[in-house]
């Protein structure tokens, strides 16, 4: 868009091959300018990626724009496979291409906003409400009780860390207002001195007790850990206790034998198991014999 008459009628993307301009110039008020613009029109339209043309130009008065109601020109534009924008003028102007262009806009920037129909502050909308819900679930995430030990540690910090930069900014201004008259600068440095005082001993007050507090809550947290991780130690020793009680091993070392399968895999628990096979394994509590079934001397 633009208001010269040598201005660009015509917008095209950016990112066409680096062969192809971003836009067609021409001349928007003289004899030739219905031609230059139709010629300019015509060569955007060979062009497969380019998908709109905006033909704009300032406001003027009727001769100015006389060559936007040239026949030929809206010929042109109405037999484009390229849809037009037409943007010629202000509100109250009007040409004859206004008639034939796909949209007719008032404004060069009527033309931009029905071009690109992007709102943004919907997005900027859409956008908090969405970083706000994430905040919000990701809040919810982290347990009370670290959520509490954060606050405790960071908060004192973030307080002193903005009164330092507050101060900072006092003591600025007061070195700013050194040229004014020594009654004057004595009155605002007591008054900022005094400030000073008092806001770094009510500040150091809330640290000390802060630190205390968080002290506190550190050692209650350790020793519930040394407690619990006793009771956790005597737990898994009964556990220990109870598993060497029903090892098998045991029983064995106490002059009981296994018998099993050659492989060591199936146990035999009964006489009619054993009599079937002609193999077992005998397991005692410190090695393993292979032995023989033989039958019956009553058989």
């Known amino acids: 868009m633009a208001d010269a008459p040598s201005s660009s009628p015509v917008s095209t993307p950016v990112d066409l091959d680096p062969v192809l301009p971003a836009g067609a110039d021409a001349p928007v008020q003289d004899r030739r300018a219905a031609g230059a613009v139709g010629a300019a029109l015509r060569g955007l339209a060979e062009q497969p990626r380019v998908e709109v043309a905006v033909v704009c130009r300032g406001g003027g008065s009727l001769t100015d724009l006389w060559a936007f109601c040239d026949e030929n020109l809206c010929r042109t534009i109405a037999n484009l496979r390229l849809p037009v924008i037409s943007a010629v003028g202000h509100e109250s102007d009007r040409t004859l291409i206004d008639d034939v262009a796909a949209v007719s806009c008032s404004t060069p920037t009527h033309a931009a906003d029905a071009l690109v ?66 009654g004057e600068r004595q009155r605002v440095n007591g008054r900022h001195a005094l400030v000073i005082t008092r806001k770094g001993a009510a500040f150091g007050a809330a640290d000390s007790a802060a630190r205390a507090q968080l002290t506190a809550n550190a050692r209650a947290i350790q020793a519930r850990g040394r407690t619990q991780l006793a009771a956790a130690l005597n737990r898994v020793s009964g556990f220990a206790r109870t598993a060497d009680a029903h090892d098998p091993q045991r029983t064995l070392e106490r002059g009981y034998a296994l018998v099993t399968d050659p492989s060591g895999e199936e146990p035999i628990d009964t006489a009619a198991s054993a009599r079937d096979r002609e193999r077992v394994s005998i397991r005692f509590a410190d090695d393993a014999v292979a032995a023989r079934i033989e039958p019956d001397r009553s058989d």
Do not use: C, Y
Request: proline letters at 2%; hydrophobic letters at 40%.
């Open 117 to 182: 129909q992007l709102d943004l502050s919907r997005a900027r909308t859409d956008l908090t409400a969405l970083a706000s819900l994430g905040a919000r679930a990701g809040s919810t995430a982290i347990r009370s009780r670290a959520q509490r030990l954060i606050e405790f540690s960071g908060a004192p910090t973030r307080t002193l860390r903005e009164e330092r930069r507050r101060l900072h900014q006092l003591l600025r201004e007061v070195r700013a207002s050194a040229t004014r008259g020594a």
